[in-house]
Every structure is written in structure tokens, then in C-alpha cells.
């Protein structure tokens, strides 16, 4: 039955001190109260149109009239209305102030003074808006610090900096009032033509979420609200293709894709997700309640808000074509559970406010949603007495947005990120006189910084329509690195070809520099963008999986000229390596390593850094191969004489190599059998046995040979970065609980089945140093409320010491 309030249409009542000055007594002024108790006062108080308010957003075009393309099918995403208009009654978010235009650190924080002072003081309730900004390599803004994109991230296998990291970002946008960030990514890539691989942290779910979980908990202790998207589906679009309709079985659903969102929901507190554009099975995210309401809320305990994707909700009328008009796409997404429109109010707003009085609405739907939004603001402080005397730039912010802080944590991430692929004993080179005479660097890569940084980094985002401005902070080139690195060296430099494009007539300079050359260093891979303007990044899917344009026929052409070669790979996504690995000296692969992505690249090729980063993402054999992932049943690994086809990878997931080594001993578990509810603990010890320091990533994999369904053949369930000094070992101990054995069953219902499992220690999915087995014994169990979802690990490296890691 529809209901409507007693209130839905009743006059305002008249505010003590005027316009936005409420009174001192009401009680969602007052911080001594219960969260619950100052939004249902607040909720009482409010008309419909209120509340309806409290669900939108407005995106204005402030800093400049030529507003980048940024978001799929922008032109329609934006509503005709005047700011006056759009805050009538309220407002729910604050879209994007410092990241659609160029605008300085004190314009941008005045704006969002500005702003908010008007919401403030000119609206009845003086209620101010959450804003939000993109934050995927840092604060999507001019001059913030880029960096490496969330497939480097994974590619460190270290959270703890990863935290660290986003707890950067969220002081940087916590200091000029950003109160949201539209990050992590957290899909499991399925497809590396996907053109959004670059923002993903790789395809392991576990990988994924413990990294996602990390970023959450460092952005949300600085008091920035994370955004876990896209909610779900969205990275198995078919043939890789943006935005592809998803086809997708319940089970992979369960078992691969959702994982991360629980993970961060459950473990680290995640605040708000964003649903995906995608349709699974025909079915929208953003009007699917059994995902939004049923799984979200119901199941996992989720009790923040849940924001649209930029357009979804339009999108269920204009392209998935499941609702007749804009207001029916608003009431399908109110019902499903979806609380704020992003990025402008288009399909709530006044039709939403027509179909609650029309009586097509519940109004509850209304209310519901509403308190989520008012509980966000409450529990911000936003709704706290002299909130607003605080707008502007803190005083304990920093001058920049790129501090010397902010740049050495980007500096850590982008050394760690790094992997060695392969290598012939060339690297590293040495420094001084110990570095060859004479070092040519060509590939389009080499001196163009923009290919160290994603497609939602500022420069890449929004600065291609902004030459004036350029990149907006410094970012050396590979080449500035090296010429800064080997000073003793004589340096030449030839682009050989663009990043994309047919035009192979520059190639020939790069072979006659190479020829006169002692080393050649040959850097090519992707130019990030947006929606076809770049080879990565959303909008920017691969056709197939060789290097764009005519690389290939450049790092070909380089090879072929005898003189060692040094191939560095800097990608957004896995790229087909295999025609030049057994004759490149060395190869090194970047996924993207912002700013200070020269400079950690130079340290590698010298040795001043070593190399310690692990493949999150395998690297394919070939171009034109099915594209596939490690998480895979047996009948997708291998031909073995089924198929013409062998998707076997160049390099497997969890692969890198180290300028040391390091040996695996005495691996066991505690006991050989557990109950289904029971835990195990697994330990083995790692010994660098090389003569410089070296991180080793430990791997603790699992294997279900006997199962009531399909089973990957091999899947991670825990790791640990392990820093190591040369002649050292240290001690590792895993502790597995039998839920982290659960699987989708047959009544799809995730179960802990009886029956052998068997663990293996490794330094990849390939490279398995050590198994054991033990019984899971009992009755088959369904997860209870709050299952187990991770592997804690102990590291200790010397007696009575232990570091807890993840």
C-alpha cells in the first residue's frame, strides 16, 4: 500500500531567527545525541521536497567554459538549472568543484565555501552538501600529487603502504572540503582488453580485496568517505567492451566478483558504493533490489548509501531501456535501493516529488533513503554547531596538494610496483663507470611522463582541454630519470613512433641509435584516456592484446640490431610479450607509475632499487589468445589436445623476479585435520640466500581437489611481503580458517564442504616451493552472518618478534 505522510505537503513551519537559522534546541543540532535520534528529528521537520533533495546532486560548471569530456555521455548527465534552482530546497552532493576544470588549491576551497555557506544560510534547514571527487591516483585535481594507478598498487602486495597512501589522499581532500571519494575500483578483471584494467586491483578476489580494504581504511581515517565501485559485475562485460551487457553464472557472481565489496564492507567499515553500469543476466545494478537491498543491506550488514554511477539511473530509460521514462528510471532505482543520484538530479528531484504525491511512490521509499544521507552528514559533523565556521583551507593543511610527503609515499609505491619479468644478467647496470659507455633510450614512452599516469588522473582526466595549463606539477620523464641516473653515461634519446598510429617512419632512427649504442633501453606500452582519446582507460578497450600501434614493430626492429636490449613495458593492462622476451637483455614491466615513476624506473635499471613488485594480472603469450585469467577450472588451463588454443600465460599471476634469491623451507600445517569450523596454521621459512636486501612475496595458495562443483585448480588465500637482508630468514605463519575453503554450492548457498584440501607455498601461481594437505572433517556447514574472510599472518624474523602483516 502506498503512504503518504501526514507531512508530505504541509507548509514549513516558520524557523526562529529567519532563513537557514535554525534553533539552537533542535535536536539534529545536538552532538549529545544519538545519531539515530538527531536524524529522525531532522527527517520529522522536513517537507518532501526536503527530503527529495537530500537524494540529489548538482554539477556545476565552474572554472572555465570548455569542460572536459569526463564521464559516458556527458552532455546528458547534466541538469538545466541555475544554481538557485538547484538548491532550493536542499541539496544531497556537491559534484566534483575541484575536478571538471582547472581551478587553484584557494579557488577551489573558496567555491566550496561558498557553496556551502549558501546552503547554509538560504535554504530553510541550512543543511550542507557532501562533496565528492574522484581520487582513483590521488585527488583528481590541478597540481595534486598522480599516483600509480590501483593495478600498481596490487602489484606491491603490501596494504599496509597502501593505507598509508590513501590516508594522503584523504587529508589532502579532507583539508579544502571534500567529504567523498569516488574510489577504490575494486572489479576483479576478467578480460584484459577491458580498457579499465589500469584502475582495477588485478583479477584475484582475495588480491583485490584485502588492497581495497586497505585503501578504505587509510581514506576513511582521514575522515573522507570511501566509494566502493562498481557494484557488480561491470569488469566481465563481454569481449571486454565498456559498458557490454554481463553474462555472468550465479556462482562466478558469487565467488570471484562480490568477494572485495564484502571484504571492504565487512572488514574495513567501506561507507558508500557506487553501482556499475553493466546488466548481469539483463538485469541493471541500479535497479536490481535483490543486489542493492537483498545482498547490500540484508545479507552483509551495509548501512551506508549507495550512489549512482555518473548517468546510471538515466541510463535505465535512455539505454538499458527497462523503464519507459526518466521518472519510472528514478522510482525503479529509489525501490531498488539506490540513495543519490550522481552526478546531477536528473531522475529524483521534482519527478520523484510527482510520483511520491501521484501516490506511484512510496513515500517511505523516500524517508528511507533520506535518513541514509542525513546519518552521513550527522555522523561528518556536518550537521554540528558552527560547522560552517570552519570552511576553506584548514590550518594545518599543507600549501600544496604535490607535498614532499605525498611524493615520497608515490615514490614508495612506484618501486614496489615495479616487476623484473626477465633477465639475461644485464640488469642492473650499475652507476658511475660501471654503467655502459653509451645508452640509447628510444619508444614513445621514454619522454612522455603522461604515460606514467591513469586515465582519471588529473592531467590525463581533464588537461588534454587545457594545453595552456600543462601538466600542472612536475613529473620527470624516464628519460630525465636516466639522464639523471647515469651521469657518467653518454645518453641518446629517439622516439622511434607515437604510442598509437600506423606511422612506422621514425623507426629507422631508432635502429641507427641503437646500433651506435653499447645498451639500448626501449620504453612503449599506453597513453591513458577516456572514451577512445587514449590505448587504457575507460572507454579505451583493446581490439586484441599486442602492443598498440606499430610498438611492436619498433621493440622488433631495436631486438634485431644485436645491441642488448633493455625492453620496459609501461601499460595499463597485460600486453602479449612473447615475440621478444627471449631476446630482449631484460624486461620490465610498469603498470603506470605516476610521478615518480621515472625515477623509480631509472633505480631499477641501475639497481639503486631493487626490484620486488609481483604480477597482479598474468602476461599473455600471445596478442590474439584468449584472453584468460589464472582463477580458472581445469578445462580452462592448458590445450592438452581438447583445443587449438593454449591460453597458458607468458608469466603467471604473483610472478617477478629480484636482483637476489630466495629459498623456501620447512613448510607445514599444525595438524591434518579440521573441523568445518575449525582453522589450520600453515608456516614455512624464507631465506635470502643472495647477497644484497630483497622483498620475497610469500604465497599461500589453495587447491579443492574433490568438490560438489567446479573448482578453480589453484587459488590465492593468502600472502605476505617479506623484507629480507641478505644471509636472512625469516619465519611465516598463515592461519586459515576453514571458511576460507567456502565455495558457492550447488543450492547456492556458500558451504564448507568435507573432504582433503591441499596448501602450497610459492613465489607465484606457477612457482610452488612446498604442499601439504590437510581434512576438513564434519558435516557440510553453511557460512553463518559473519564469515571468516581473511588470512592472518605472522612474520618473525627473529625470536620472540612478530609482525603481524595481512
Not at 258 to 264: D, G, N, S, T
Not at 456 to 476: A, I, K, Q, R
Not at 699 to 721: C, K, M, N, S, W
Request: net charge negative.
Amino acid at each position: 500500500m502506498t503512504h503518504t505522510s501526514a507531512r508530505t505537503n504541509e507548509a514549513p513551519r516558520d524557523l526562529p531567527g529567519g532563513e537557514g537559522d535554525t534553533a539552537a534546541t533542535d535536536p539534529w543540532r545536538d552532538p549529545s545525541l544519538p545519531v539515530a535520534r538527531r536524524v529522525d528529528s531532522l527527517l520529522r521537520a522536513m517537507t518532501l521536497a526536503e527530503k527529495v533533495a537530500q537524494l540529489g546532486s548538482v554539477w556545476l560548471e565552474f572554472g572555465g567554459e570548455n569542460i572536459s569530456n569526463v564521464a559516458p555521455m556527458q552532455d546528458i548527465l547534466a541538469a538545466d538549472k541555475s544554481w538557485e534552482d538547484a538548491r532550493r530546497d536542499g541539496l544531497g552532493q556537491l559534484t566534483r568543484v575541484f575536478g571538471t576544470a582547472p581551478v587553484s588549491l584557494e579557488a577551489g576551497a573558496a567555491r566550496v565555501a561558498e557553496l556551502q555557506q549558501d546552503l547554509v544560510t538560504k535554504t530553510r534547514l541550512g543543511i550542507p552538501a557532501i562533496v565528492h571527487e574522484e581520487c582513483l591516483t590521488g585527488f583528481t585535481t590541478l597540481g595534486a600529487t598522480v599516483y600509480p594507478t590501483a593495478l600498481a598498487w596490487a602489484a606491491t602486495f603490501n596494504p599496509s603502504l597502501l593505507e598509508t597512501m590513501a590516508a594522503a589522499i584523504g587529508r589532502d581532500m579532507a583539508a579544502v572540503g571534500v567529504q567523498q571519494g569516488l574510489s577504490p575500483v575494486l572489479d576483479v578483471v576478467r578480460d584484459y582488453r577491458w580498457g579499465r584494467v589500469e584502475e582495477t586491483m588485478g583479477e584475484d578476489p582475495y588480491l583485490v580485496g584485502v588492497m581495497g580494504s586497505a585503501y578504505v581504511r587509510g581514506l576513511q581515517g582521514a575522515g573522507v568517505i570511501a566509494t566502493l565501485k562498481h557494484f557488480a559485475g561491470y569488469s566481465v562485460s563481454r569481449a571486454g567492451r565498456n559498458h557490454a551487457p554481463v553474462s555472468l553464472g550465479r556462482r562466478e557472481f558469487h565467488d570471484v566478483i562480490l568477494p572485495p565489496f564484502e571484504m571492504a564492507i565487512r572488514l574495513a567499515g567501506a561507507r558508500s558504493v557506487m553501482n556499475s553500469y553493466a546488466d548481469v543476466d539483463g538485469i541493471p545494478a541500479g535497479a536490481d533490489r535483490s543486489l542493492l537491498t537483498g545482498l547490500l543491506r540484508d545479507e552483509w550488514g551495509f548501512d551506508g548509501i549507495v550512489v549512482s554511477d555518473y548517468g546510471a539511473i538515466t541510463f535505465l530509460h535512455t539505454m538499458h531501456r527497462v523503464a519507459p521514462d526518466l521518472g519510472d528510471a528514478g522510482r525503479q532505482a529509489l525501490e531498488a535501493g539506490l540513495d543519490v543520484e550522481l552526478p546531477d538530479t536528473i531522475c529524483y528531484g521534482d519527478r520523484l516529488v510527482e510520483l511520491v504525491e501521484s501516490g506511484a511512490v512510496d513515500e517511505n521509499l523516500v524517508d528511507r533513503a533520506a535518513a541514509r544521507v542525513l546519518r552521513q552528514k550527522v555522523e561528518l559533523g556536518m550537521l554540528d554547531p558552527g560547522w560552517s565556521d570552519h570552511l576553506g583551507i584548514s590550518a594545518d593543511a599543507d600549501a600544496t596538494f604535490d607535498s614532499p610527503g605525498n611524493r615520497a609515499i608515490a615514490r614508495d609505491v612506484a618501486e614496489q610496483s615495479i616487476i623484473l619479468l626477465a633477465n639475461s644478467g644485464a640488469l642492473p647496470l650499475g652507476t658511475g663507470t660501471a654503467a655502459p659507455r653509451r645508452i640509447t633510450v628510444v619508444g614513445p614512452c621514454a619522454d612522455d611522463p603522461q604515460t606514467f599516469m591513469g586515465c582519471y588522473s588529473y592531467p590525463n582526466h581533464v588537461l588534454g582541454d587545457y594545453p595552456e595549463v600543462g601538466l600542472g606539477l612536475d613529473v620527470p620523464s624516464m628519460l630525465d630519470a636516466v639522464l639523471l641516473e647515469f651521469p657518467d653515461s653518454r645518453i641518446s634519446f629517439t622516439k622511434g613512433c607515437d604510442v598509437r598510429g600506423d606511422d612506422s617512419s621514425t623507426i629507422a632512427d631508432a635502429v641507427t641509435a641503437a646500433e651506435e649504442a653499447d645498451l639500448c633501453v626501449v620504453a612503449v606500452g599506453d597513453r591513458a584516456g577516456l572514451f577512445g582519446r587514449g590505448t587504457s582507460g575507460e572507454g579505451c578497450d583493446a581490439l586484441d592484446l599486442a602492443l598498440p600501434g606499430v610498438q611492436g614493430q619498433l621493440v622488433d626492429a631495436v631486438l634485431a640490431t644485436g645491441t642488448p636490449t633493455v625492453v620496459v613495458v609501461v601499460s595499463g593492462r597485460p600486453y602479449a610479450l612473447d615475440p621478444y622476451v627471449d631476446r630482449a637483455a631484460a624486461v620490465v614491466q610498469a603498470f603506470m607509475p605516476g610521478v615518480e615513476g621515472g625515477s623509480a624506473l631509472a633505480g631499477v635499471l641501475s639497481g639503486r632499487v631493487a626490484p620486488s613488485g609481483r604480477l597482479p594480472v598474468q602476461i599473455p603469450r600471445t596478442g590474439t589468445g584468449q584472453p584468460s585469467t589464472y582463477l580458472q577450472a581445469p578445462l580452462a588451463i592448458g590445450a592438452d589436445g581438447i583445443s587449438s588454443l593454449d591460453p597458458t600465460p607468458l608469466f603467471p599471476f604473483g610472478y617477478g623476479l629480484s636482483y637476489t634469491r630466495f629459498e623456501y623451507s620447512n613448510f607445514h600445517v599444525d595438524r591434518e585435520v579440521v573441523a568445518t569450523d575449525g582453522l589450520v596454521r600453515a608456516s614455512v621459512d624464507v631465506a635470502n640466500v643472495g647477497d644484497r636486501a630483497g622483498d620475497e612475496v610469500v604465497q599461500l595458495y589453495l587447491t579443492d581437489p574433490v568438490a560438489e562443483v567446479v573448482r578453480p585448480v589453484i587459488q590465492l588465500v593468502g600472502f605476505a611481503r617479506v623484507p629480507l637482508p641478505p644471509g636472512k630468514t625469516a619465519h611465516i605463519e598463515f592461519e586459515l580458517h576453514a571458511d576460507r575453503t567456502a565455495f558457492t554450492g550447488v543450492d547456492l548457498r556458500r558451504v564448507v564442504e568435507p573432504g582433503d584440501i591441499n596448501l602450497m607455498i610459492g613465489a607465484s601461481a606457477d612457482d610452488i616451493r612446498a604442499t601439504a594437505t590437510f581434512t576438513v572433517s564434519g558435516p557440510r556447514r553453511i557460512l553463518g552472518p559473519d564469515p571468516v574472510l581473511m588470512t592472518p599472518v605472522t612474520i618473525n624474523d627473529q625470536p620472540q618478534e612478530k609482525t603481524t602483516s595481512t
